[in-house]
Every structure is written in C-alpha cells, then in structure tokens.
C-alpha cells in the first residue's frame, strides 16, 4: 500500500514537474521561411497591388471549399503583368472587396497545390505569405524598391563592364592590323 502511494507522488511530481517546465521556443503558427519583404518578393512568382473585386468559393469534396479572390492589378512588380487575375487562397483568408492589398503569390504546382491542382493557378498564403493590406504595406513596398534598385545598378555594372571589354578588344585588334 506504502508503495502504490509513493508511486502516486512520483507520477504527479514528474507530471507537475513537466507543467512548471515551459520549452523556450513555440513554433504554433510560426512561419519556417522568412517573412521579410525582401526575401518574400524573391521566393514569390508574382507580386502585384490590386483592388479585391470578387471572392468565390467552389466545393471540391473537403471539408473546407476552395475559396478565390479576383483582384484588378493596378501595379505589377514583379512576374506577368495582368489587369484582372484570380487567385486561390488558404483557409481562413478574408479580402473584402473594394480594398486594396500587396499581394505576394505563386505558381501552384502539384507539390504545393491548396486543394484540387489546376495548371498555372496562382495562390496565396494568408498566414505567412506576406500579402497585406496596401495600408499597412509602405515598409513592404521601400523594402521591394530598395531590393530592385540594387538589381539595377548591378545589371548596369555588368553591362559597362563589357561594354569595356569589347572597347578594350577592339582597339588591341585595330592595333594588331596596322
């Protein structure tokens, strides 16, 4: 009997034990990639400012439907440019229309399709996406300007420094002929 009630104790010791304990990390509803804008604009195939006009929702044998938002593109900044483009969107994802957000978004494929794949979908993230609302996006949009202006200037250094070489070229090869 003594001992059934020492075992009692050590079974609710360690079991208070383990609720006192807390781990230093949570991942719930944490997001594994990164979520800053410059990293979001390089792993997305598409971003673009637009307007929600339309939300729809199909049943495709889930328990939860397959939901589309139809945006007018007013700014395209980087991948094809549309002037309408529907997209699918995760669970949870709300985007009244007549609002305006900064979309991030890209290529479904038959690895990262949301419900059923259909070729040349594009989709969003909701939770760790990036997309937003344009309101709340000025440090995303400095942050994708900066990113793309320092692309340029590295194209442009790429271009006269063969532009260079090819002057270079061409007048050692003058010299040689005369």
Request: aromatic share 12%; charged share 20%.
């Given at each position: 009997?003594?001992?059934?009630?020492?075992?009692?104790?050590?079974?609710?010791?360690?079991?208070?034990?383990?609720?006192?304990?807390?781990?230093?990390?949570?991942?719930?509803?944490?997001?594994?990639?990164?979520?800053?804008?410059?990293?979001?604009?390089?792993?997305?195939?598409?971003?673009?400012?637009?307007?929600?006009?339309?939300?729809?929702?199909?049943?495709?044998?889930?328990?939860?439907?397959?939901?589309?938002?139809?945006?007018?593109?007013?700014?395209?900044?980087?991948?094809?440019?549309?002037?309408i483009?529907?997209?699918?969107?995760?669970?949870?994802?709300?985007?009244?229309?007549?609002?305006?957000?900064?979309?991030y978004?890209?290529?479904?494929?038959?690895?990262?399709?949301?419900?059923?794949?259909?070729?040349?979908?594009?989709?969003?993230?909701?939770?760790?996406?990036?997309?937003?609302?344009?309101?709340?996006?000025?440090?995303?949009?400095?942050?994708?300007?900066?990113?793309?202006?320092?692309?340029?200037?590295?194209?442009?250094?790429?271009?006269?420094?063969?532009?260079l070489?090819?002057?270079?070229?061409?007048?050692?090869?003058?010299?040689?002929?005369?």
């Amino acid at each position: 009997m003594m001992l059934i009630k020492i075992f009692g104790i050590f079974v609710m010791l360690i079991f208070f034990t383990l609720l006192i304990i807390s781990p230093n990390k949570s991942y719930a509803w944490s997001c594994a990639n990164s979520s800053e804008p410059k990293e979001l604009f390089k792993r997305h195939d598409s971003v673009f400012i637009g307007k929600a006009i339309k939300t729809s929702f199909e049943n495709v044998g889930h328990l939860n439907p397959k939901s589309r938002v139809t945006f007018e593109v007013t700014s395209t900044l980087k991948g094809n440019s549309y002037d309408i483009v529907t997209v699918v969107t995760a669970v949870g994802g709300e985007f009244p229309e007549g609002k305006e957000y900064l979309v991030y978004a890209y290529k479904t494929t038959k690895d990262n399709y949301l419900y059923k794949f259909e070729e040349g979908e594009l989709a969003i993230d909701t939770v760790c996406g990036g997309t937003k609302e344009l309101s709340v996006a000025k440090n995303d949009l400095l942050q994708i300007d900066e990113l793309k202006t320092s692309n340029k200037v590295f194209v442009y250094l790429i271009i006269a420094m063969i532009s260079l070489l090819v002057i270079v070229s061409l007048i050692i090869i003058l010299k040689r002929n005369r």
